[in-house]
């Protein structure tokens, strides 16, 4: 492998020609331009030169634009400036049935029906998500890219703790809403059983506590983890990074709000304790 990682190789000799073959089991990590310019300095130790290379199969295109932008020394490249990679993108979401539009869409109705679910505290996760979305997207496309090899190992890990968080606070869209809903059958409950309907009110109530709680905590999470990102990626995406900033800390601000109003409605003054401790940290 020559000691990179996700590369396996052999020498062959053929028609009197040294040929070394190689397969990149995962070419972001060793990138197809990266394992070329190894075999070229190796060669040169030994005063010849390649003469050519050859692809056997199919190849990611993303692979060929990342030769393409090392070899060609493109200063902050994005895939997104190939003519065809804009077209693409421009008729599959022309293609697709009311866009980009049609994924959010249910999502926004629902929110502004008369119904009391989803409210804000599903809003929070909601945008707790995209902000930790928005942040992987751009970790993505500076990942692999010359001008920021140096921050590799960063990226990756920054993207290894985003992905989590991303699926944990689009599981607690359904979770805030479901938990709400658990509230309001505790409070029926307790007309027809009044002592132990105050238990399940209690248990209720902090189940609908905990999971906006969980909402502040991890987009609290994604905005310590944008800001990581700000002086190692493309400068050019700045302006996604300040929306996930901004994302993030509207889903704090909304969580928070519902957290609030849960406590105050408990009986457990430790409970409420707790959390409030746990709270306080995220409102800096």
């Given amino acids: ?54 692809i056997v199969g199919l190849i990611p295109k993303k692979a060929l634009e990342q030769a393409a932008e090392w070899f060609l020394q493109v200063e902050n490249f994005d895939s997104s400036l190939i003519l065809e990679n804009r077209l693409a993108a421009v008729m599959g979401g022309k293609m697709a049935v009311g866009g980009l539009r049609a994924g959010v869409e249910p999502f926004v109705e629902q929110l502004a029906a008369p119904t009391a679910t989803p ?21 993505s496309m500076s990942r692999g890219k010359k001008a920021y090899q140096q921050h590799e190992t960063q990226l990756s890990a920054a993207i290894a703790s985003l992905t989590p968080l991303r699926e944990e606070l689009k599981a607690a869209v359904d979770a805030d809403a479901e938990s709400y809903n658990s509230v309001m059958k505790a409070y029926k409950a307790a007309k027809a059983d009044e002592k132990s309907g105050e238990r399940l009110i209690e248990a209720a109530l902090k189940e609908a506590t905990a999971v906006p709680l969980g909402v502040a905590e991890k987009a609290y999470e994604v905005a310590q983890l944008v800001k990581l990102l700000e002086p190692i990626t493309n400068p050019n995406m700045k302006s996604d990074l300040t ?26 003054g430790a409970f409420a304790a707790e959390v409030r401790q746990r709270t306080s940290r995220l409102r800096s």
Wanted: glycine residues 12%; without cysteine; aromatic residues 4%.
């Fill in 119 to 139: 409210g804000g505290g599903s809003a929070s996760a909601a945008a707790g998500a995209m902000a930790a979305g928005l942040a992987v997207m751009v970790a």
């Fill in 243 to 268: 929306t996930a900033s901004a994302l993030a800390r509207a889903a704090i601000t909304g969580a928070l709000a519902n957290v609030e109003i849960n406590l105050a409605s408990l009986k457990d």
């Fill in 1 to 54: 492998s020559g000691g990179m990682r996700f590369l396996k190789g052999a020498g062959f000799l053929v028609r009197g020609l040294a040929q070394v073959s190689m397969n990149l089991t995962d070419f972001e990590q060793t990138p197809i331009h990266r394992a070329f310019e190894m075999v070229k300095r190796e060669a040169a130790r030994y005063g010849v030169m390649p003469i050519s290379s050859e």
